[in-house]
């Protein structure tokens, strides 16, 4: 298996650079396994391929306002820092732009307008990671996530009139610097019309970093340096998971992120039941991975060779995949964060 497996060229128009109005109207296309038969629908016909019985399980992680800008201490030059994932207490891996001259030591000051008024945050280069990493560590981290725009990723280029439309409706714990898309299309009006079908929903977290869009560049992908991200599955949900398994129902993750934090916790369990989980999140899941939990799965479209596209290769086999990507492609759908949706089955 090569990188290069997972390769296809897309059409730069096909890149959506804005979200649906409204949420559930984006185009689906229905995948099924069994017989590589495929659908097209729009999202909100969703609710007729769910039955009474079916748990969805969908990552409530809030996007942080991540993108933060501020002055050297000692020079006055202007930085910008994007947050990428939290170590400890005020304490952050970030990228620093421009990175010259930023070592171990420097301080940065922060200043803007808050919900109190104007505030200064301060900030010290504490570390230095792999590719222009800085571990950066702040004097006050809820004052700094107030001065913080929301990021986007780096092939949307047409600025966002509402933040809120790179939220999930339900995003709840705050932590990630990317959105997970394939809940975006979730309406309020929709989730009620699931679980008037008789569908429970779960919640998980996982904090999603910006690793989770760069390129596998190894053309073997198992030396790839697989991102990790931290996620909690509450012993509650860990309980309901394991009866649904138990007895037989099927398992929805909404997006590759509960795929992931859901098969984490099963690889950490015995066989019947799923133990409650909290950590730093690491599956690889390739062709020929044997999933656990998961009985279908929503995505989005995901970039060429990214562990993205074959963790959802190795759901559905990459042939099948890559054909529907091929069909996608010649139909127009849009791609990527703010594109259209498959439901994998």
Same mark, same amino acid.
């Given at each position: =298996? ?6 296809y ?7 959506? $650079?804005?979200?649906? %109005? ?6 689906? *296309?229905?995948?099924? @396994?069994? $017989? ?67 070592? /171990?030591?420097? @301080? ?21 990671? %792999? ?5 950066? @560590? ?12 929301a ?6 280029h ?8 790179? $939220? ?15 809940? !975006?299309?979730f309406?309020?009006?929709?989730l ?6 008789g ?19 190894? %053309? ?8 990790? %991200?931290?996620? /909690?599955?509450?012993?509650?949900? +860990?309980?309901? !998971? ?22 984490? #916790? &099963? $690889?950490?369990?015995n066989?019947?039941?799923? &133990? ?8 690889l &899941? !390739? ?5 656990? =939990?998961?009985?279908? =799965? /929503? ?10 596209? *074959? !963790?959802?290769? #190795? ?6 995949? *890559? @054909? +529907?990507?091929?069909? +996608?492609? +010649? ?8 594109g259209?949706? =498959?439901? /994998?089955?």
């Amino acid at each position: =298996m090569k990188t290069s497996d997972f390769d296809y060229h897309l059409p730069p128009e096909l890149i959506a $650079q804005t979200p649906v %109005e409204p949420r559930d109207h984006s185009r689906l *296309m229905v995948l099924g @396994r069994s $017989q590589s038969s495929v659908e097209h629908r729009h999202f909100f016909e969703i609710v007729d391929y769910l039955r009474a019985g079916d748990v969805l399980v969908v990552n409530d992680s809030r996007v942080i306002p991540a993108r933060i800008s501020g002055r050297k201490a000692d020079t006055g030059g202007r930085v910008e820092l994007l947050l990428l994932r939290r170590l400890d207490t005020a304490v952050w891996e970030a990228l620093v732009k421009p990175g010259k001259r930023v070592g /171990i030591g420097t @301080r940065l000051e922060i200043t803007g307008d808050s919900t109190t008024g104007s505030v200064k945050v301060w900030a010290e280069i504490t570390g230095l990671g %792999e590719e222009g990493v800085k571990v950066v @560590r702040f004097s006050d981290e809820k004052l700094l996530l107030q001065l913080g725009r929301a990021p986007l990723p780096p092939y949307i280029h047409t600025p966002l009139v509402d933040a809120e439309r790179y $939220q999930t409706v339900y995003a709840l714990a705050l932590g990630s610097a990317a959105a997970p898309t394939a809940g !975006l299309h979730f309406t309020p009006q929709l989730l009620n019309n699931i679980k008037g079908k008789g569908v429970q929903l779960l919640f998980v977290t996982l904090h999603i970093g910006l690793d989770t869009f760069r390129p596998v560049r190894e %053309e073997d992908p198992l030396k790839h340096p697989i991102h990790k %991200e931290y996620g /909690i599955l509450t012993q509650e949900v +860990a309980t309901e !998971l394991s009866q649904a398994k138990k007895d037989g129902r099927r398992i929805i993750c909404a997006g590759t992120t509960t795929v992931r934090i859901l098969e984490q #916790a &099963a $690889q950490a369990s015995n066989a019947s039941l799923l &133990a409650p989980f909290e950590g730093w999140v690491s599956l690889l &899941a !390739l062709p020929g991975y044997q999933f656990r =939990m998961v009985s279908a =799965m /929503i995505t989005n479209f995901h970039l060429p060779r990214s562990t993205l596209l *074959m !963790l959802v290769a #190795a759901f559905a086999d990459r042939d099948s995949i *890559m @054909r +529907a990507y091929e069909e +996608a492609i +010649a139909r127009k759908y849009r791609f990527y964060s703010f594109g259209d949706a =498959m439901l /994998i089955l």
